[in-house]
């Protein structure tokens, strides 16, 4: 069965660097999703993309966040300035169609600390 | 206004037995529902969904309920194993994005 792949599995980066979490959604699809969870919260939407743009964004997704697909395959999470706060578990995701009748699926994650 | 899921924090079920983990939700105005298992370490694995216009659906070995009447939704595990040990959440699927909520632990006793 065809699955999002995340890289690296864990980042450990210093404060106020920047980090870049690379993502391989599944080959068909056409809407890609970053989510984070903090450990032991909930899983929390950041950003959607479609068509080479941000369709929705959430509050955390700030300034310091920015999205790319820079290529036919990969969809990346920059986080320009890392703070301590961004210490996280960060999903990608992707869905054939979008909207309220195709599941999303989810990679594995990778996990972000910051010293 | 958003849709969360209201969950019992943990279930625990001896091997062999049916589970039942349970959802609330708020938002009338929701119509696309989903579960996700969540193990360890792993990252949110699409169980089943449900449209608003249906209210069972089945899966292999697990069953979703909705009733809307109630704003309720129930996932079902027939026969549960150590395998279906993890967190399960439901979810609700916006226009852009999944709303997760905290989730039931389900702990499977040997």
């Known amino acids: 069965e065809p699955e999002v792949t995340q890289t690296p599995s864990h980042q450990v980066t210093q404060m106020g660097q920047e980090v870049i979490l690379r993502c391989v959604p599944i080959?068909?699809?056409?809407?890609f999703y970053w989510y984070r969870q903090i450990l032991g919260q909930k899983v929390e939407f950041l950003v959607s993309?479609?068509?080479?743009?941000?369709?929705?964004k959430s509050e955390i997704f700030d300034d310091q966040f920015s999205v790319e697909r820079p290529d036919g395959s990969n969809f990346t999470l920059k986080i320009r300035s890392t703070k301590l706060e961004d210490s996280a578990m960060y999903f990608c995701?992707?869905?054939?169609?979008?909207?309220?009748?195709?599941?999303?699926?989810f990679g594995d994650g990778t996990r972000l600390s910051i010293l | 206004g958003e849709s969360v899921g209201l969950h019992l924090p943990t279930l625990s079920v001896q091997e062999g037995d049916n589970s039942i983990i349970n959802c609330a939700y708020s938002?009338?105005?929701?119509?696309?529902f989903i579960w996700y298992k969540q193990e360890s370490g792993k990252g949110p694995q699409f169980i089943i969904d449900?449209?608003?216009?249906?209210d069972k659906r089945q899966g292999q070995r697990v069953t979703v309920l909705l009733n809307k009447t109630v704003k309720h939704l129930s996932l079902q595990i027939a026969a549960t194993q150590p395998g279906d040990s993890a967190v399960y959440f439901c979810?609700?699927?916006?226009?852009?994005?999944?709303?997760f909520g905290t989730g039931t632990k389900l702990q499977v006793i040997p």
């Open positions: 995701a992707s869905s054939y169609l979008q909207g309220s009748n195709q599941p999303q699926h």
């Open positions: 080959s068909n699809h056409l809407y």
């Open positions: 993309f479609y068509n080479n743009e941000i369709s929705e």
């Open positions: 938002n009338s105005a929701s119509d696309y």
């Open positions: 449900i449209r608003s216009n249906m």
């Open positions: 979810s609700f699927g916006g226009y852009q994005k999944v709303t």
